[in-house]
């Protein structure tokens, strides 16, 4: 079975904190993908990466920066972190034929 | 601009009964659709997926169309349990792009 396992369930931080969200798969998928999900719009692409050291904007990488040095494992930066920026994060993973996600369980993030 | 819209956006069934849940798109050029099932606090989890030529497919209780013509689908849920209380999620990918996620429909079965 594909695992994708995600640092923390729930997190609360501080503004202006550095936070880092850590992601990793133990299915050699070339793909890895950053999501956030709030009520009532769905889930948005913060930022993927299609390969060790490589990474692609999504439709919000505005406040976010991400790492990817191992394939297995992706992270997501909150350099400064905003209240803004509370919500459910959802770490994802691909094979290189992208044909299905898998998903981790999230981790809710709260910025006070 | 590439959408997914679903409705309703929530459902309250009672247990036993079935329900069919709606998804529209304008993801083009196509190719492929899936349904995910998402309980709260926890990640997706994928139900069926289903490409152009593919217009039925089963995985248990759940049963999804497509029509790619009209850019329709329906996941209906026959029989339905507590445990389908859940979010459910369409989502959309065309060929070179990434995925295209509806908000979802809520569901909730009641005893």
């Known amino acids: 079975d594909v695992k994708v396992t995600q640092s923390s369930r729930y997190l609360v931080k501080r503004t202006g904190e550095k936070v880092f969200l850590e992601c990793v798969q133990d299915?050699?998928?070339?793909?890895m993908f950053w999501y956030r999900q709030d009520p009532g719009l769905g889930l948005r692409l913060i930022y993927f990466?299609?390969?060790?050291?490589?990474?692609e904007k999504g439709d919000i990488p505005e406040g976010y920066s991400v790492s990817r040095e191992k394939k297995e494992r992706f992270s997501l930066i909150l350099e400064s972190a905003s209240t803004n920026q509370t919500s459910m994060y959802l770490c994802?993973?691909?094979?290189?034929?992208?044909?299905?996600?898998?998903f981790g369980p999230g981790t809710r993030l709260t910025v006070t | 601009k590439n959408q997914v819209e679903q409705s309703p956006q929530s459902l309250i069934i009672l247990e036993g009964k079935n329900c069919t849940l709606q998804?529209?798109?304008?993801?083009?050029?196509?190719?492929?659709l899936r349904w995910y099932k998402q309980d709260t606090g926890r990640g997706p989890v994928s139900l069926t997926i289903?490409?152009?030529?593919?217009n039925t497919k089963s995985n248990g209780r759940y049963t999804a169309t497509l029509d790619a013509d009209t850019k329709q689908s329906s996941l209906h849920i026959t029989a339905s349990q507590l445990s389908d209380s859940a979010s459910y999620i369409c989502?959309?990918?065309?060929?070179?792009?990434?995925?295209?996620f509806g908000p979802g429909t809520r569901l909730s079965v009641l005893p």
């Open positions: 994802a993973s691909s094979s290189r034929e992208n044909r299905e996600q898998y």
């Open positions: 289903m490409t152009f030529s593919e």
């Open positions: 299915m050699d998928h070339e793909n």
């Open positions: 998804c529209n798109y304008t993801v083009s050029p196509f190719s492929n």
């Open positions: 990466s299609y390969d060790v050291k490589m990474k």
């Open positions: 989502v959309v990918r065309g060929y070179g792009q990434n995925f295209v």
